[in-house]
């Protein structure tokens, strides 16, 4: 016994090497695509902060501006520079604030977490009931009223959402701010029932079938034909066999959410890493930008690998890294 379970742990380190290893390789080549991109985007961030002030630069003026902040040097340089400064927890100054980009999104964050938090749960209080109960009320009129009523909200874009929102709650009953000034849950409230509209659309369908899945699997039918309470056998096998697909399709929004969402966040007013992210593109603020991209790809990365983490210990059946000799 000791022996296997040696073996089984040995997997388990071979299987979060390989996928850290992965990791770092997937963030070299995005934050290198990104800077090739941004470098090909034809436009310069001088002349577009010299355009908003107004004010006209003489050549020499304006070739100066872009030494002191590297742009006259090849893009792999650049790349490189960036990198090693990255290496050492730097990740640069705003072109636009001159403040250091991480102190700028340490300050986002915690906007940024209160809506993810709030989100997620009030999607999966709305997605999770009403996916469970289209699955136990196959082609009955409740789930189709779910389905047709999950089609709809899954049409509707997120911004059309907010509008609509904002005009209903905000305007109409006078329950939420329309503009979210504080980080509370009354300011938040709006913006991520929002956010939970929409993905609760897309999200009720796919429990309806990682249900039915499970439902329709040989050990459940032999748990029923032992005569175990229906309410039992949903919940303590059907549930919790499907709960490791579950986790790997929120996980996935989990990971969106702390990227920020910009158009929500830029209708509301939501001063989180979404808005931060939109104004930087606005104003060419390349370092913020680079920032950005580098915190959504951590992010999505990081959130799958601990999905699938999850997922191994809740499911022995997902084997980590290991072969039917090693179990």
């Given at each position: 016994?000791?022996?296997?379970?040696?073996?089984?742990?040995?997997?388990?380190?071979?299987?979060?090497f390989r996928?850290?290893?992965?990791?770092l390789?997937l963030?070299?080549?995005?934050?290198?695509?990104?800077?090739v991109?941004?470098?090909?985007?034809?436009?310069?961030?001088?002349?577009?902060?010299?355009?908003?002030?107004?004010?006209?630069?003489?050549?020499?003026?304006?070739?100066?501006?872009?030494?002191?902040?590297?742009?006259?040097?090849?893009?792999?340089l650049?790349?490189?520079?960036?990198?090693?400064?990255?290496?050492?927890?730097?990740?640069g100054?705003?072109?636009?604030?001159?403040?250091?980009?991480?102190?700028v999104?340490v300050?986002?964050?915690?906007?940024?977490?209160?809506?993810?938090?709030?989100?997620?749960?009030?999607?999966?209080?709305?997605?999770?009931?009403?996916g469970i109960?289209?699955?136990?009320?196959?082609?009955?009129?409740?789930?189709?009223?779910?389905?047709?009523?999950?089609?709809?909200?899954?049409?509707?874009?997120?911004?059309?959402?907010?509008l609509?929102?904002?005009?209903?709650?905000?305007i109409?009953?006078?329950?939420?701010?329309?503009?979210?000034?504080?980080k509370?849950?009354?300011?938040?409230?709006?913006?991520?029932?929002?956010l939970?509209?929409?993905?609760?659309?897309?999200?009720?369908?796919?429990?309806r079938?990682?249900?039915?899945?499970e439902?329709?699997?040989?050990?459940?039918?032999?748990?029923?034909?032992?005569?175990?309470?229906?309410?039992?056998?949903?919940?303590?096998?059907?549930?919790?066999?499907?709960?490791?697909?579950?986790?790997?399709?929120?996980?996935?929004s989990?990971?969106?959410?702390l990227?920020g969402?910009?158009?929500?966040?830029?209708?509301f007013?939501?001063?989180?890493?979404?808005?931060?992210?939109?104004?930087?593109?606005?104003?060419?603020?390349?370092?913020?930008?680079?920032?950005?991209?580098?915190?959504?790809?951590?992010?999505?990365?990081?959130?799958?690998?601990?999905?699938?983490?999850?997922?191994?210990?809740?499911?022995?059946?997902?084997?980590?890294?290991g072969?039917?000799?090693?179990?």
């Amino acid at each position: 016994m000791w022996v296997m379970h040696k073996k089984r742990f040995s997997g388990f380190r071979k299987y979060v090497f390989r996928h850290l290893l992965r990791l770092l390789f997937l963030l070299a080549g995005i934050t290198f695509l990104s800077f090739v991109m941004m470098g090909l985007a034809g436009s310069d961030v001088v002349l577009q902060q010299m355009e908003g002030r107004g004010t006209v630069l003489s050549q020499e003026l304006i070739d100066q501006a872009r030494a002191e902040l590297g742009l006259d040097r090849p893009m792999i340089l650049q790349y490189l520079s960036w990198l090693g400064n990255l290496c050492r927890g730097d990740l640069g100054t705003s072109y636009v604030s001159g403040q250091g980009v991480f102190s700028v999104f340490v300050s986002k964050l915690p906007a940024t977490l209160l809506l993810t938090g709030v989100s997620m749960a009030l999607t999966m209080v709305i997605s999770v009931p009403l996916g469970i109960l289209a699955a136990v009320k196959k082609n009955r009129f409740v789930d189709q009223l779910i389905r047709v009523c999950s089609f709809v909200g899954s049409s509707l874009p997120n911004f059309f959402l907010a509008l609509l929102f904002l005009y209903v709650f905000s305007i109409r009953l006078n329950m939420f701010p329309v503009i979210s000034r504080e980080k509370n849950l009354e300011s938040v409230m709006l913006p991520a029932l929002t956010l939970a509209g929409a993905m609760s659309s897309r999200y009720i369908s796919q429990v309806r079938a990682a249900v039915l899945d499970e439902f329709g699997k040989e050990y459940i039918t032999g748990i029923m034909a032992r005569g175990v309470p229906f309410r039992r056998i949903l919940w303590n096998s059907v549930f919790r066999g499907a709960l490791p697909s579950l986790i790997a399709l929120f996980s996935l929004s989990f990971g969106s959410l702390l990227g920020g969402t910009a158009i929500v966040e830029s209708i509301f007013m939501w001063d989180g890493v979404g808005k931060l992210a939109v104004d930087a593109m606005k104003m060419r603020d390349y370092p913020v930008i680079q920032a950005y991209v580098l915190w959504m790809a951590v992010i999505y990365t990081g959130v799958n690998l601990v999905a699938d983490l999850v997922s191994g210990i809740l499911d022995p059946r997902i084997r980590l890294g290991g072969t039917a000799d090693e179990d």
